[in-house]
C-alpha cells in the first residue's frame, strides 16, 4: 500500500485528517485502523463494495456517528470532542438528498444558511452565490417538489456550499442522473474543489477517473489502497499481451520468473499477468532471444480502474492447497 509519497506535506495543516479511526458495532469492527489525510484542492474517490464500511465511515467523518477509537479532525478540531465547531468546516451531501420540499428553492437556501449560523445579510448574499454557481437562478422562486432530481441534486450541493466550508463530503451525488445531469454535477464538482478538500463516495468508476486525484479503497471496513490514480495505474499495469510466430508456448512462459498465470488468445497470442509492479516485457524480450524464438508483437495492457477495483476486492477463493487467494480477472 502506498502512502503517497507526500513527506514534504507533513507539516502541512491538512483540512481534514483521521486517524487510526475503527468502529465497532455489537462487538463487530465495521471500521479497522482508517487513516489518511487530504489537502485543499484535492478530490479523494472513497469507493469500496456494498458493505465495505463506507456509510458508516462518512457520518464518522461529518460527526453523524461517533467513533469507537481513533479521531477525525476538521479544520483542526476533533469532531467528536468539539462538534460544533468542527461541523462550521463542512459541507454535507448525504445519498439520499433531504429537501423540504414544500419550500422554494431561495427560501430553503436561506433557512440551511441560518442552520449554519449564517445572519440575515450573509445568507442573502450566500445563497444568492451558491445560486449563481450551481445553475438554478432560473428554478430560485419555484418549490423543490417540482424539479427534477438533477436539479435537487444542484440545489443538495448548493446548502452544502452555504458556509463556504473547507471540506466538502458528497455520498453518491450523481447516482439516478441522466446523461447530461451527470455531465453538469461533475463539472459543477470538478469547479467548487479549487479551494476544498472533497471526499466523493461513488460506485461509478468513470467519475472517479473524470474528477479524483487520489483514490481509497475500503474493504471489509479496512483499507487496502490510498494512492493517486497515476501511481494506482502504474503499479497495476504488471499484464502484457505477446504474441510469436511459434505455437503452443503456454507452459513455456509459465516458467517465466515472475509470471502469475497465462491464458491463450489463440495458437501463438498470449494474455500474461504479473505482479502489481512488474513488467514483464524486458523478460520476454529475453526469453524469445535464448529460445531463438520469433517475437510478432508485446504490448503492455493498461488497466481501467474498475479491473483494478474487481481484483482488489473480489471476493478470496482457497486454492487445493487451502491457500486464500483473490480471483484473477482477464
Given at each position: 500500500m502506498s502512502l503517497l509519497g507526500i513527506n514534504f506535506m507533513k507539516h502541512m495543516i491538512f483540512p481534514i485528517e483521521v486517524n487510526q479511526l475503527y468502529k465497532r458495532f455489537r462487538g463487530q469492527t465495521v471500521v479497522h485502523q482508517l487513516s489518511f489525510q487530504l489537502a485543499r484542492g484535492q478530490i479523494l474517490g472513497f469507493l469500496g463494495p456494498n458493505g465495505a464500511g463506507k456509510s458508516t465511515t462518512m457520518r464518522m467523518l461529518t460527526g453523524c456517528l461517533r467513533p469507537s477509537q481513533g479521531t477525525v479532525r476538521v479544520g483542526g478540531y476533533d469532531v467528536s470532542t468539539h462538534p460544533q465547531q468542527a461541523k462550521k468546516h463542512i459541507g454535507y451531501l448525504p445519498e439520499h438528498n433531504p429537501l423540504y420540499l414544500d419550500m422554494y428553492v431561495h427560501e430553503y437556501l436561506r433557512f440551511m444558511g441560518s442552520i449554519r449560523g449564517l445572519r440575515h445579510k450573509q445568507c442573502l448574499a450566500s445563497s444568492q452565490e451558491v445560486i449563481d454557481k450551481c445553475g438554478i437562478a432560473k428554478m430560485q422562486n419555484q418549490k423543490l417538489r417540482t424539479l427534477s432530481k438533477g436539479y435537487r441534486q444542484r440545489i443538495g450541493l448548493a446548502q452544502a456550499l452555504m458556509h463556504n466550508p473547507e471540506v466538502?463530503?458528497?455520498?453518491?451525488?450523481?447516482t439516478g442522473l441522466d446523461p447530461n445531469q451527470l455531465r453538469e454535477i461533475r463539472a459543477l464538482i470538478k469547479e467548487v474543489s479549487h479551494d476544498k478538500a472533497v471526499i466523493l463516495s461513488t460506485h461509478i468508476m468513470q467519475e472517479?477517473?473524470?474528477?479524483?486525484?487520489?483514490?481509497?479503497?475500503?474493504?471489509?471496513?479496512?483499507?487496502i489502497v490510498h494512492d493517486t490514480l497515476a501511481q494506482l495505474a502504474a503499479q497495476s499495469n504488471g499484464r502484457v499481451v505477446v504474441e510469436f510466430k511459434e505455437l503452443h508456448l503456454g507452459t513455456m512462459l509459465e516458467q517465466i520468473n515472475g509470471v502469475q498465470w497465462v491464458q491463450a488468445l489463440s495458437e501463438n497470442k498470449y494474455i500474461i499477468d504479473a505482479s502489481r509492479d512488474q513488467d514483464l516485457r524486458e523478460a520476454l524480450f529475453h526469453f524469445a532471444q535464448e529460445k531463438g524464438l520469433t517475437l510478432l508483437g508485446l504490448e503492455r495492457q493498461k488497466s481501467s480502474l474498475e479491473e483494478i477495483f474487481r481484483q482488489l476486492t473480489v471476493p478470496c477463493e482457497a486454492d487445493p492447497e487451502g491457500n486464500?487467494?483473490?480471483e484473477s480477472s482477464v
Amino acid at each position: 500500500m502506498s502512502l503517497l509519497g507526500i513527506n514534504f506535506m507533513k507539516h502541512m495543516i491538512f483540512p481534514i485528517e483521521v486517524n487510526q479511526l475503527y468502529k465497532r458495532f455489537r462487538g463487530q469492527t465495521v471500521v479497522h485502523q482508517l487513516s489518511f489525510q487530504l489537502a485543499r484542492g484535492q478530490i479523494l474517490g472513497f469507493l469500496g463494495p456494498n458493505g465495505a464500511g463506507k456509510s458508516t465511515t462518512m457520518r464518522m467523518l461529518t460527526g453523524c456517528l461517533r467513533p469507537s477509537q481513533g479521531t477525525v479532525r476538521v479544520g483542526g478540531y476533533d469532531v467528536s470532542t468539539h462538534p460544533q465547531q468542527a461541523k462550521k468546516h463542512i459541507g454535507y451531501l448525504p445519498e439520499h438528498n433531504p429537501l423540504y420540499l414544500d419550500m422554494y428553492v431561495h427560501e430553503y437556501l436561506r433557512f440551511m444558511g441560518s442552520i449554519r449560523g449564517l445572519r440575515h445579510k450573509q445568507c442573502l448574499a450566500s445563497s444568492q452565490e451558491v445560486i449563481d454557481k450551481c445553475g438554478i437562478a432560473k428554478m430560485q422562486n419555484q418549490k423543490l417538489r417540482t424539479l427534477s432530481k438533477g436539479y435537487r441534486q444542484r440545489i443538495g450541493l448548493a446548502q452544502a456550499l452555504m458556509h463556504n466550508p473547507e471540506v466538502l463530503i458528497l455520498d453518491e451525488p450523481t447516482t439516478g442522473l441522466d446523461p447530461n445531469q451527470l455531465r453538469e454535477i461533475r463539472a459543477l464538482i470538478k469547479e467548487v474543489s479549487h479551494d476544498k478538500a472533497v471526499i466523493l463516495s461513488t460506485h461509478i468508476m468513470q467519475e472517479v477517473e473524470a474528477l479524483c486525484d487520489q483514490v481509497l479503497i475500503l474493504d471489509h471496513g479496512k483499507m487496502i489502497v490510498h494512492d493517486t490514480l497515476a501511481q494506482l495505474a502504474a503499479q497495476s499495469n504488471g499484464r502484457v499481451v505477446v504474441e510469436f510466430k511459434e505455437l503452443h508456448l503456454g507452459t513455456m512462459l509459465e516458467q517465466i520468473n515472475g509470471v502469475q498465470w497465462v491464458q491463450a488468445l489463440s495458437e501463438n497470442k498470449y494474455i500474461i499477468d504479473a505482479s502489481r509492479d512488474q513488467d514483464l516485457r524486458e523478460a520476454l524480450f529475453h526469453f524469445a532471444q535464448e529460445k531463438g524464438l520469433t517475437l510478432l508483437g508485446l504490448e503492455r495492457q493498461k488497466s481501467s480502474l474498475e479491473e483494478i477495483f474487481r481484483q482488489l476486492t473480489v471476493p478470496c477463493e482457497a486454492d487445493p492447497e487451502g491457500n486464500l487467494n483473490r480471483e484473477s480477472s482477464v
